[in-house]
């Protein structure tokens, strides 16, 4: 069934999509359960889902991918974290922390972490249900088009969003699942009504929301990329959230921005592995330090 050079059906990487919700399409439009289809086009001697394919492919993988849907190779890399190299962080080490990534926490094929993030709104839009590779960031923590929280795990369950798990383990699932599914308990996870953006100062989130636009168009027609901004940027979230190297930032950036003193957890876990919402709230206070930082250095300059 899979013999040729191009696969029976080969869908192409859907806009800002990421390589893992690509490969499990490649699956289903094949009519193969995910762990068979990766098994007959990769080999079981290859496994693809105990590692992060989204954050750095094994050399054995694009090609064949490339190969059976005929997507070229520049498309195929730009559904993995290839396509941030230089913009958000240097380079992609194989392990620890990368700059911005979310962490899946894979143990074996489960995800113990919540790496995976999602706008409801877009998944029930979507003429076929698909996850972006941006959703991974941990920056990206609204959607620009809806202008709603993202949510990172099923609103019913609590578990986190794995869907190349959706059809495993059940032997009696013949249909193609949407990805628009809980793997866990089968709810739809566009079934929830978001937590609407509270836009408390135009000047942060039209920056912020300048930088999310930019990752979805792939920076394609998005001008100069600061890649010093955004090291800022996250240097500022790390001390924000570092209450014992910095236990008075929190609160005068507060008070400076006539924001509230919300509780963070304390922990000694970076950035990327902070709640959601945390991240939301910490990362609207950097923006505002460095919009106000910008707006000293204009009034020095005069």
């Known amino acids: 069934m899979l013999s040729g050079a191009l696969w029976p059906a080969h869908p192409k990487p859907l806009s800002g999509e990421c390589l893992s919700s690509w490969l499990v399409r490649c699956a289903h439009h094949n009519g193969l ?30 090609p064949v991918i490339t190969a059976g849907t005929g997507a070229s190779p520049h498309s195929a890399d730009n559904t993995t974290m290839k396509l941030f190299e230089g913009r958000l962080f240097e380079h992609r080490n194989r392990g620890g922390q990368l700059r911005w990534v979310l962490l899946l926490g894979q143990y074996h094929r489960l995800h113990q972490g919540f790496g995976m993030q999602y706008c409801p709104l877009c998944l029930g839009e979507d003429k076929e ?146 709640e959601l919402q945390e991240r939301h709230y910490v990362l609207g206070l950097a923006w505002w330090s460095i919009q106000a930082r910008r707006g000293q250095a204009r009034l020095s300059s005069q």
């Open 33 to 62: 359960k995910v762990q068979t289809f990766c098994d007959r086009v990769f080999g079981k001697e290859h496994q693809v889902w105990n590692r992060d394919v989204d954050r750095l492919a094994p050399p054995w993988l694009l």
């Open 129 to 274: 249900p698909y996850y972006r590779l941006p959703w991974r960031l941990a920056f990206y923590t609204f959607c620009p088009r809806h202008q709603t929280l993202l949510l990172d795990r099923c609103h019913a369950c609590g578990a986190p969003v794995a869907f190349h798990r959706i059809e495993l383990g059940r032997p009696g699932r013949y249909d193609t699942p949407s990805l628009n599914e809980c793997w866990q308990c089968q709810t739809r996870l566009s079934d929830v009504q978001p937590l609407a953006l509270e836009r408390w100062h135009q000047g942060v989130f039209q920056r912020w929301e300048r930088w999310l636009r930019a990752v979805d168009r792939q920076f394609v027609n998005s001008g100069r990329i600061d890649y010093s901004c955004m090291a800022r940027l996250h240097v500022i979230c790390r001390r924000i959230v570092s209450e014992h190297k910095f236990p008075d930032l929190q609160r005068n950036l507060c008070r400076r921005s006539g924001r509230s003193v919300l509780p963070l957890s304390v922990s000694r876990r970076p950035f990327e592995h902070r």
